[in-house]
């Protein structure tokens, strides 16, 4: 590809596309590039509820596909592209995919992070549906349920009393004595009469059939296995998994500074070290990672990387 893009954004997620929408309606020529699904993480998210506006049923691929609709509608391509490597250097940057080479005055990196899985039997077919990584997104479905936490770090015990608001019993499941958490934390959750603890276990399979029903834990120490049923009552439970998030930050691993946790570091402006790149979203380094902030970063990139080719009014 010939043609030299104002701004050339990687990932369609909520970030990405948000900085289509405001590039495409301040007139700038944009092109968003996705190795997968519009929508990111929404995409497999089954609703959101927490997104000023999304009323009405609205589910992870309907808010997807308003936003890529009015993405569209001012103008930003999107193309199917998985992105392989950079050249930030000069004028013009160049995106190097897997089908082809595309040039931008600016780029913004919107490739957000996943949350690291489990990565046994039935995770993945419950994802979305019994199996959440977000218990500000999914806390709500869970009311008067029983939930368990895996994880023993601070997202793990900080998200496990956030749930405490909502279900009627926490298990947290932790493969070890010790929890990495903050002492605070650990003793305000060790005194919550809501909160249970299975330690030395890890989940080894998660089961139901159609819904979430039973999830099976094997002792770290001897092997032993025990399977956990949801209450009769109840026919279903939540499984929340806390431990840890990766950032896609591949492309850019040695090129751009990250903070401890993989995160890439960038300034109020989504500036980053190098001129006329920009970062946007949950790849980013910051404390809340929902869809509207990545949604905000990503405006907020638009406009910086506007002014850097316009210059600031
Ligand atoms: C199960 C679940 C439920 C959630 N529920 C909610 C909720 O209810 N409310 C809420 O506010 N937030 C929720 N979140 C969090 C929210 O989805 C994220 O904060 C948001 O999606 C981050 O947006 P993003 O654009 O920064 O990144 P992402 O959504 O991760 O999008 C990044 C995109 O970049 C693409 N990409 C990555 N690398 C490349 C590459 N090399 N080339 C091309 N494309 C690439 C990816 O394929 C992806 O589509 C949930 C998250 C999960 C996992």
């Known amino acids: 590809m010939d043609q030299v893009f104002d701004i050339v954004i990687i990932g369609a997620g909520p970030a990405g596309l948000s900085a289509g929408l405001y590039a495409g309606r301040s007139k700038m020529k944009a092109l968003i590039l996705e190795k997968d699904n519009n929508g990111g993480q929404i995409a497999i998210t089954h609703a959101v509820e927490n997104y000023p506006g999304s009323i009405e049923n609205a589910t992870g691929p309907s808010l997807t596909k308003r936003m890529v609709e009015q993405c569209q509608s001012f103008g930003t391509e999107i193309v199917r592209d998985t992105i392989e490597s950079l050249e930030l250097d000069g004028d013009v940057k160049k995106v190097i995919g897997e089908k082809g080479t595309y040039l931008g ?172 790149v920009f970062v946007a979203g949950d790849v980013r380094s910051k404390k809340v990672r929902q869809v509207v902030t990545a949604a905000s970063d990503g405006a907020v990139a638009a406009i910086s990387a506007e002014h850097f080719i316009f210059g600031t009014p």
């Open 105 to 276: 005055k600016t780029v913004i990196i919107a490739t957000g992070a996943d949350a690291r899985k489990i990565g046994c039997p039935g995770e993945k077919m419950f994802a979305g549906k019994g199996v959440s990584y977000c218990a500000t997104c999914d806390a709500d479905f869970f009311e008067e349920l029983e939930v368990f936490v895996v994880g023993g770090g601070d997202s793990a015990i900080t998200e496990a009393l956030y749930l405490t608001r909502f279900a009627r019993k926490v298990t947290i499941v932790h493969r070890r004595e010790g929890l990495r958490a903050n002492k605070d934390s650990i003793e305000i959750a060790k005194a919550d009469p809501k909160i249970h603890w299975k330690l030395h276990k890890v989940v080894k399979e998660i089961k139901g059939d159609g819904i979430l029903e039973s999830i099976v834990l094997e002792d770290t120490r001897d092997g032993e296995l025990e399977e956990i049923f949801a209450d009769e009552d109840d026919g279903t439970m939540g499984v929340f998994v806390f431990i840890g998030m990766i950032p896609h930050t591949e492309l850019v691993k040695d090129i751009l500074a990250t903070d401890d946790e993989g995160y890439l570091i960038t300034d109020d402006e989504m500036k980053t070290s190098i001129p006329g």
